[in-house]
């Protein structure tokens, strides 16, 4: 019989059996007609979803029962994280157990699965495509790069050459002058004896026919020049010049040519994506229109200080010519401790466990100081320690000097095992004129207050150079002089201004944002309620200074 001329069977709705179907609730899996399904959805304890008949999805496949196997499962026992079929519910093995329809369950289930195929859809995935372009960017980029180095170094070499190539053709010169003027002097002394020896040939004959003619008148009136020849003509006595090459250094030699710096292959820790529903992040703070100076450490002694450490709200410490010294806000002394070689301290830091790190640069070293027993972590040789800070990856940054003091660099030290180093831009230019002090933003960040330069000087945590920050204008035209350097919750870079008499506060990007005046400030640090410790260099003082809002 043709298929559309057979007889068809009517679908009747599931609940009143009488009237043809209409709709179709996904959640029950159950078929309504028009009558019932406004009864149906009008049943709030569930979350229902009805559609077309002809839109329903394909019926759901129960679960079999592991222990019932005739059985399906149509409830989702919570507390065992299991479906179970009706069996299993009667005979108590569930009683007390909190239970929830298996397609109720189901239909949660599934849109907590659209909800992660749509965060992967959106947000993922397309970062980590952009994360592939990046890397294949660089990669592109690589091939440029070092052909620049190459080529850098290839202009260096000719430089070498021709400079070689001069002192070659300047000494060959040097002796060819010398050997001609040699040669003129024994071109010299070789006239002089062969006129004698002209002379002398001819008095010979004389004599000999003198003395064959036996003539009287003749004999009598020879004179003698014997005399005139017994001494020979001077003799010309000549050093012969030596061409002594001096020994090659290799290592001085590599030195002079110019320094390349190691390649630094670091791991970064991407951005975490956030999920949809946020994450927390620091508090807000603005900066105060005028701040206020909520506590000043007045010392004793006359030593200057040069540098400050935050160890809490109430605790700093502190280095001068002497010694290094832990101090309250009500002046007293906690702490002191003497460096373990006895020179003076150039830099302190605290680190994140709450230990103290000094820089020796007398005698090139690094040193902790952990329940007043210091140890030596970092020893170097050609280079000077000078400035140290603590990053917040609990490593420390260490700037530098080299022993002639035309380098600085800034390296990462893990323990005592150097793992990064920053020098040099894109350019193979110098990133730093001279060591300062450095400070590690909270986004990672490097920031150094480069006086040489008159700038503060950030590089991110590759070391590729982000900006230079050359001062903001003043009523005076001397030239900016950056001295201590912090960073702050909020990412400001807060730096001093030793001789005109201000902190300037930066945004992360290196955009002047405010003036703090305070006379004389040299170093500073933050503690973790963003209350800026300065160090007045001249007046033996450490100011306390809020500059942050306190709400948020």
Same mark, same amino acid.
């Given at each position: 019989?043709?298929?559309?001329?057979?007889?068809?069977?009517?679908?009747?709705?599931?609940?009143?059996?009488?009237?043809?179907?209409?709709?179709?609730?996904?959640?029950?899996?159950?078929?309504?007609?028009?009558?019932?399904?406004?009864?149906?959805?009008?049943?709030?304890?569930?979350?229902?979803?009805?559609?077309?008949?002809?839109?329903?999805?394909?019926?759901?496949?129960?679960?079999?029962?592991?222990?019932?196997?005739?059985?399906?499962?149509?409830?989702?026992?919570?507390?065992?994280?299991?479906?179970?079929?009706?069996?299993?519910?009667?005979?108590?093995?569930?009683?007390?157990? $909190?239970?929830?329809?298996?397609?109720?369950?189901?239909?949660?289930? /599934?849109?907590?699965?659209?909800?992660?195929?749509?965060?992967?859809?959106?947000?993922?995935?397309?970062?980590?495509?952009?994360?592939?372009?990046?890397?294949?960017?660089?990669?592109?980029?690589?091939?440029?790069?070092?052909?620049?180095?190459?080529?850098?170094?290839?202009?260096?070499?000719?430089?070498?050459?021709?400079?070689?190539?001069?002192?070659?053709?300047?000494?060959?010169?040097?002796?060819?002058?010398?050997?001609?003027?040699?040669?003129?002097?024994?071109?010299?002394?070789?006239?002089?004896?062969?006129?004698?020896?002209?002379?002398?040939?001819?008095?010979?004959?004389?004599?000999?026919?003198?003395?064959?003619?036996?003539?009287?008148?003749?004999?009598?009136?020879? $004179?003698?020049?014997?005399?005139?020849?017994?001494?020979?003509?001077? $003799?010309?006595?000549? /050093?012969?010049?030596?061409?002594?090459?001096?020994?090659?250094?290799?290592?001085?030699?590599?030195?002079?040519?110019?320094?390349?710096?190691?390649?630094?292959?670091?791991?970064?820790?991407?951005?975490?994506?956030?999920?949809?529903?946020?994450?927390?992040?620091?508090?807000?703070?603005?900066?105060?229109?005028?701040?206020?100076?909520?506590?000043?450490?007045?010392?004793?002694?006359?030593?200057?200080?040069?540098?400050?450490?935050?160890?809490?709200?109430?605790?700093?410490?502190?280095?001068?010519?002497?010694?290094?010294?832990?101090?309250?806000?009500?002046?007293?002394?906690?702490?002191?401790?003497?460096?373990?070689?006895?020179?003076?301290?150039?830099?302190?830091?605290?680190?994140?466990?709450?230990?103290?790190?000094?820089?020796?640069?007398?005698?090139?070293?690094?040193?902790?100081?952990?329940?007043?027993?210091?140890?030596?972590?970092?020893?170097?040789?050609?280079?000077?320690?000078?400035?140290?800070?603590?990053?917040?990856?609990?490593?420390?940054?260490?700037?530098?000097?080299?022993?002639?003091?035309?380098?600085?660099?800034?390296?990462?030290?893990?323990?005592?095992?150097?793992?990064?180093?920053?020098?040099?831009?894109?350019?193979?230019?110098?990133?730093?004129?001279?060591?300062?002090?450095?400070?590690?933003?909270?986004?990672?960040?490097?920031?150094?207050?480069?006086?040489?330069?008159?700038?503060?000087?950030?590089?991110?945590?590759?070391?590729?150079?982000?900006?230079?920050?050359?001062?903001?204008?003043?009523?005076?035209?001397?030239?900016?002089?950056?001295?201590?350097?912090?960073?702050?919750?909020?990412?400001?870079?807060?730096?001093?201004?030793?001789?005109?008499?201000?902190?300037?506060?930066?945004?992360?990007?290196?955009?002047?944002?405010?003036?703090?005046?305070?006379?004389?400030?040299?170093?500073?640090?933050?503690?973790?309620?963003?209350?800026?410790?300065?160090?007045?260099?001249?007046?033996?003082?450490?100011?306390?200074?809020?500059?942050?809002?306190?709400?948020?």
């Amino acid at each position: 019989m043709h298929p559309r001329r057979s007889a068809q069977k009517v679908l009747l709705c599931d609940l009143c059996k009488t009237v043809p179907l209409q709709s179709h609730c996904e959640l029950c899996n159950i078929n309504l007609c028009v009558n019932c399904m406004g009864k149906h959805i009008s049943d709030l304890s569930k979350r229902h979803n009805v559609v077309h008949y002809f839109y329903r999805k394909s019926t759901p496949n129960y679960p079999k029962c592991p222990k019932h196997a005739e059985k399906h499962c149509e409830v989702h026992c919570e507390k065992c994280v299991i479906p179970v079929c009706s069996l299993c519910v009667s005979s108590g093995q569930h009683e007390g157990h $909190k239970k929830s329809d298996i397609l109720e369950n189901l239909s949660v289930k /599934t849109q907590v699965l659209q909800k992660d195929l749509e965060e992967l859809e959106t947000r993922i995935y397309p970062r980590y495509l952009e994360s592939l372009s990046d890397v294949q960017t660089e990669k592109a980029e690589v091939k440029t790069n070092y052909g620049k180095l190459t080529t850098a170094v290839d202009q260096e070499g000719e430089v070498w050459h021709r400079e070689i190539t001069a002192i070659v053709n300047q000494r060959k010169s040097y002796i060819e002058e010398m050997k001609n003027k040699h040669l003129s002097t024994l071109n010299k002394n070789t006239k002089e004896i062969t006129q004698n020896i002209t002379e002398l040939k001819q008095i010979i004959s004389d004599l000999k026919s003198l003395l064959n003619s036996y003539d009287f008148s003749l004999t009598s009136r020879y $004179k003698s020049r014997n005399s005139e020849f017994r001494t020979l003509p001077a $003799k010309i006595g000549v /050093t012969l010049p030596i061409f002594s090459p001096l020994k090659i250094n290799k290592d001085q030699l590599n030195e002079m040519f110019g320094s390349l710096s190691s390649l630094s292959i670091n791991t970064e820790n991407s951005d975490t994506m956030k999920s949809p529903e946020g994450a927390s992040s620091p508090p807000v703070k603005t900066l105060l229109d005028e701040p206020l100076l909520t506590a000043t450490i007045k010392l004793e002694y006359e030593d200057k200080m040069y540098s400050v450490s935050c160890l809490s709200e109430e605790e700093v410490w502190t280095c001068d010519n002497n010694k290094m010294k832990l101090l309250n806000l009500q002046n007293k002394l906690l702490i002191s401790v003497q460096t373990k070689s006895g020179n003076a301290p150039t830099d302190i830091a605290v680190t994140r466990d709450g230990n103290l790190v000094y820089t020796d640069t007398d005698n090139k070293t690094v040193n902790l100081v952990k329940n007043k027993q210091i140890q030596t972590v970092i020893r170097l040789q050609g280079w000077v320690p000078q400035f140290v800070c603590s990053a917040l990856s609990d490593n420390l940054l260490v700037i530098m000097d080299s022993d002639d003091r035309e380098q600085s660099k800034v390296v990462r030290y893990s323990g005592s095992t150097e793992t990064q180093t920053i020098q040099f831009d894109d350019y193979c230019r110098p990133l730093y004129s001279s060591a300062g002090y450095i400070s590690e933003n909270r986004n990672l960040d490097i920031c150094v207050a480069d006086r040489g330069a008159n700038a503060v000087v950030v590089v991110n945590q590759s070391g590729k150079l982000r900006f230079r920050y050359a001062g903001h204008p003043l009523s005076t035209h001397e030239p900016f002089k950056p001295v201590g350097i912090t960073t702050d919750s909020q990412s400001h870079i807060l730096t001093a201004d030793h001789f005109h008499h201000f902190i300037h506060i930066l945004d992360q990007d290196g955009q002047f944002l405010r003036y703090i005046r305070c006379t004389y400030p040299w170093s500073l640090c933050v503690d973790i309620r963003d209350n800026l410790f300065v160090v007045k260099y001249v007046s033996h003082a450490v100011d306390k200074i809020q500059y942050l809002s306190t709400q948020c």
